[in-house]
Each structure stands twice: as structure tokens, then as C-alpha cells.
């Protein structure tokens, strides 16, 4: 079946302006979760969603970072007021849930580039 | 909080010979998981072995094989037989309690020279 997938794959954008990041889950998942990757570092954790609702929101390092899933499905990432320190590679990722597992399914992320 | 170390920055093995990453990690739950995923250049990330924490049995998935040593909170990646596919940033996380997040140490470079 299909995997995660998350558009675009590469974003560029100027200093102050708005963007947003779409993640399609793998069907039938019902948690998805973004993490932040920097350039020589492992992903960190920005936000966890169960259905429609953030269920951890603890990772978003500021109130520029906002995430939404209005229908439990496909989520969107938004970022305001983007700063040079926002680049990075941004993963989306899906797991069954209740899982016992806890094992999460990773998309191809998406590169932000801040200039 | 849990951290996730790999203390190990890059490593390299000859084609066909045996290789083993190194991760350690702290963590007061009982109950957790510990994954290994890989990722190459392509960025995606791709799990290769997982680990709960209260079977004493090491996972194992073809010639991947972990050694989980719970009291020694070590979780180390065996690879055997190394192929050049296998080439990738290899990731060591952590998933426990009530938290489902994943905590990912920095990486491990390996490469595989033919």
C-alpha cells in the first residue's frame, strides 16, 4: 500500500513569510507525528497528533509552529513569520494506534530552506 | 527526560564482514521500546529492527540482530554480512511510557567499502 507521504518535497522561502507543510498518513493510521531534523542531528520531536487532536504538543519551539488535522486524516504543518534558524528537513510520520508496537512509519520529509 | 547517545559519529566495514553500532540511553520507565531505523541519502526513514523492553530474548531480522542489555540501558545494532545498501545514517530511538513520541540519538554514519 501506499506510504507517508508529505508535499513539497523541498520548500524555499524568504525570511518573515508564511508556509505550510502537508503529510498525507499511511490509510487507516490514526496517530501522525512531525519531528525536526538539522543538518548532523536525529529527529526531534515537534508534535503528536491521536485522531483530530494534538495529543502532545510539547516539541513546537515557539508560537509560529502551529499543526493541524482537521479530519483525523492528512495534517498540515504551518510555520509564521519564518527565521534562518527554521531550515531544516521536517518528517512526518503515521502508526496504527492503540499500537503495542510503537513503531511509526516515516515520510520523505521536507526540506525547508530559509533565505 | 530520556536521551538516546550513539556515541559513535561514523563507522566503516569491509563488504561481507560484520559490523556493530553502539547506543545507550537513560530512562526511568519499565516498560519502553528501542528501535533502530536507517536513513539514506534519499532522507527516508526506514525502521530495520525493534526491541521491547521486557522480552529478555534479542530481536533479530535476517542479518540484523540487536544485543539489548536492559541493566546496562545498551541497545547496540549488529549488522552481519554487510552489503553496500546497507550504507546509511543509522538512528537509535527510544519510545516509552505513556509517551509515544520517539527520542532519536545523533546518528551513526556507517559506510561500506567494496
Known amino acids: 500500500g501506499a506510504g507517508v507521504s508529505q508535499t513539497p518535497s523541498n520548500k524555499v522561502t524568504e525570511k518573515g513569510k508564511y508556509v505550510e507543510l502537508r503529510c498525507d498518513p499511511i490509510?487507516?493510521?490514526?496517530?501522525l507525528y512531525w519531528y525536526r531534523q538539522s543538518l548532523g542531528q536525529g529527529p526531534e520531536f515537534l508534535i503528536y497528533f491521536q485522531g483530530t487532536g494534538a495529543a502532545d504538543d510539547s516539541g513546537l519551539p515557539n508560537d509560529r509552529f502551529f499543526a493541524v488535522r482537521p479530519e483525523g486524516s492528512v495534517s498540515t504543518l504551518k510555520i509564521q513569520r519564518t527565521e534562518r534558524g527554521d531550515s531544516a528537513v521536517y518528517l512526518c510520520?503515521?502508526?496504527?494506534?492503540?499500537?503495542?508496537?510503537?513503531?511509526?512509519?516515516f515520510g520523505p520529509g521536507t526540506r525547508l530552506t530559509v533565505t | 527526560a530520556q536521551t538516546v547517545t550513539q556515541s559513535q559519529p561514523e563507522m566503516s566495514v569491509q563488504e561481507a564482514e560484520t559490523v556493530t553500532l553502539s547506543c545507550t540511553y537513560d530512562?526511568?520507565?519499565?516498560?519502553?521500546?528501542l528501535f533502530w531505523y536507517k536513513q539514506p541519502p534519499s532522507r527516508q526513514m526506514i525502521l530495520v529492527i525493534r526491541?521491547?523492553?521486557?522480552?529478555?530474548q534479542n530481536a533479530t531480522e535476517n542479518r540484523f540482530s540487536v544485543n539489548f542489555q536492559k541493566a546496562a540501558k545498551s541497545f547496540s545494532l549488529k549488522i552481519s554480512d554487510s552489503q553496500l545498501g546497507d550504507a546509511a545514517m543509522y538512528f537509535c530511538a527510544y519510545s516509552g511510557g505513556s509517551n509515544y513520541k520517539l527520542t532519536f540519538g545523533k546518528g551513526t554514519l556507517l559506510t561500506v567499502n567494496p
Open positions: 526491541q521491547e523492553a521486557y522480552k529478555q
Open positions: 530512562t526511568s520507565e519499565s516498560d519502553y521500546y
Open positions: 490509510s487507516g493510521h490514526t496517530a
Open positions: 510520520a503515521s502508526s496504527l494506534s492503540p499500537s503495542s508496537y510503537r513503531e511509526q512509519y
